[in-house]
């Protein structure tokens, strides 16, 4: 079926060509991620209330990871734990970090009434792969090991992120299934799963809106180190041979997003392997879309149904 924005992701596009914006592919990665942190600011939406923010680091393989520790007003507890979402956010593993993605870590928290954890892992190409896969484990590996000082419930532990995120998210989830700890669920956001890039979506005209057929390539060649680096599940974790007993999933993918075809795939080949999945298809939205919840009403409704999966999960 042909794609159809709906008809206020189509005026956001509009507004983004109209003002001129360069391509990322056309700048340097510290130019773009200036510019990926003034277009996130425009967008997004007033934040809910939370009782605190703290931030915190995380000792990994590479260093300190930075993290951000995010307590709603209405919190999950049991016996004095909690859930604990640990979100990677998203940005082709070269632009974003903790403040591009606050406003969604804190509606996160505000919608599933769990803590959330925000990594600010090492981003490329100053970082190559598997750096942030690296990061991502290590993270996750922390939060657990401090869990009770922060008054986190190990067994309702999980994992998400949106594009780059939902591809560390998914790694993770993968890693963690052989080497522990145990995680609960997945949240994938329009996740990459598949550095290959040879499904339709990747050659739609349609999908070339805003993440863009030729700033993928940016992104991948900034990322990896080599194209035999896409082969490995630890960059595509679509090439994993076995998905059974991994954790239950929220997949979202959007109709006009060059990575909609492989986050449906991934969705699929999960549930074929037994796992619990939930897949949402936003057809008429673009990749992205959840972060400008100013401008895009189903961002709003897409972090709802995201917060009522998690409050269901655990």
């Not at 998400?160 to 993968?174: C, E, F, Q, R």
Request: aromatic residues 8%; charged residues 20%.
């Amino acid at each position: 079926m042909p794609v159809v924005l709906d008809a206020d992701a189509a005026a956001v596009l509009k507004a983004f060509r109209d003002a001129g914006r360069p391509p990322y592919e056309t700048l340097t990665p510290p130019e773009a991620r200036n510019l990926y942190l003034m277009g996130a600011a425009a967008a997004r939406p007033e934040p809910p209330a939370i009782a605190s923010v703290q931030s915190l680091n995380a000792l990994g393989p590479h260093g300190a990871i930075p993290l951000r520790l995010y307590k709603p007003l209405t919190l999950r507890e049991a016996d004095g734990l909690a859930p604990c979402l640990v979100f990677f956010h998203g940005g082709g593993w070269v632009i974003g970090d903790l403040d591009s993605h606050d406003v969604v870590c804190r509606t996160l928290a505000h919608e599933g009434q769990m803590l959330v954890v925000s990594v600010d892992y090492r981003l490329a190409p100053e970082h190559k792969f598997p750096t942030a896969v690296d990061d991502a484990i290590a993270a996750t590996e922390w939060v657990v090991a401090n869990a009770l000082t922060h008054g986190i419930d190990m067994s309702r532990l999980v994992v998400g992120g949106d594009s780059a995120g939902g591809n560390l998210a998914a790694i993770v989830a993968l890693h963690a299934r052989e080497a522990g700890p145990k995680i609960a669920g997945q949240v994938l956001i329009y996740p990459a799963t598949d550095f290959r890039m040879g499904h339709p979506s990747h050659s739609e005209p349609e999908t070339s809106c805003l993440l863009t057929h030729s700033v993928i390539r940016w992104f991948r060649d900034h990322y990896l180190n080599t194209p035999a680096d896409a082969d490995h599940w630890r960059a595509s974790p679509a090439r994993a041979t076995n998905f059974a007993g991994l954790p239950p999933a929220y997949v979202l993918t959007a109709g006009a997003d060059p990575l909609r075809d492989e986050g449906d795939e991934y969705a699929q080949r999960l549930a074929d392997a037994g796992v619990p999945v939930a897949h949402k298809t936003y057809p008429g939205q673009f990749h992205g879309f959840i972060t400008m919840g100013k401008l895009l009403p189903k961002a709003g409704e897409a972090m709802a149904e995201i917060g009522a999966w998690l409050r269901k999960l655990n």
